[in-house]
C-alpha cells in the first residue's frame, strides 16, 4: 500500500496550489480520500474529504469557498486544489485514505508534503 502526495511548494499569498496522491496497492475506488493538514506545533486537522461513491464532498470552515477536493479513479488519483491561499493554510498536507467494512478499519496515509505560503 502506497499514497504518494505531490504538488507542495512556497507559494505567495492569494496564489494557487494543486496536490495530487497517486494511491498503490489497495481498492482505491473503495476507499473514502481525505486530505488533513499539520501546522508545525499544530494538532493534525481534516481539510476535506470525498466519497467512493458520488463523489460527495466535504470541508473545513476555513478553506470552504477556496479549496475543492477531487478524485480520479481511473488514476487512482485524489486531488486537492487550493486557491486564495493564505499564510495560515502553511502545513504539511497529508493524503489517507479510510475503508470499514465487515468490522475492520482500513487506513492508510502518505508522507505528507509541504505548503508554505508567505510573501
Known amino acids: 500500500v502506497q499514497l504518494v502526495e505531490s504538488g507542495g511548494g512556497l507559494v505567495q499569498p492569494g496564489g494557487s496550489l494543486r496536490l495530487s496522491c497517486v494511491a498503490s496497492g489497495f481498492t482505491f475506488s473503495s476507499y473514502v480520500m481525505k486530505w488533513y493538514r499539520q501546522a508545525s506545533g499544530k494538532e493534525r486537522e481534516l481539510v476535506a474529504r470525498i466519497t467512493s461513491v458520488g463523489g460527495n464532498t466535504n470541508y473545513a470552515d476555513s478553506v470552504k469557498g477556496r479549496f475543492a477536493i477531487s478524485r480520479d479513479n481511473a488514476k487512482n488519483t485524489v486531488y486537492l486544489q487550493m486557491n486564495s491561499l493564505k499564510p495560515e493554510d502553511t502545513a504539511v498536507y497529508y493524503c489517507?485514505?479510510?475503508?470499514?467494512?465487515?468490522?475492520?478499519?482500513?487506513?492508510?496515509w502518505g508522507q505528507g508534503t509541504q505548503v508554505a505560503v508567505s510573501s
Open positions: 489517507n485514505a479510510f475503508k470499514y467494512t465487515g468490522g475492520y478499519e482500513y487506513d492508510y
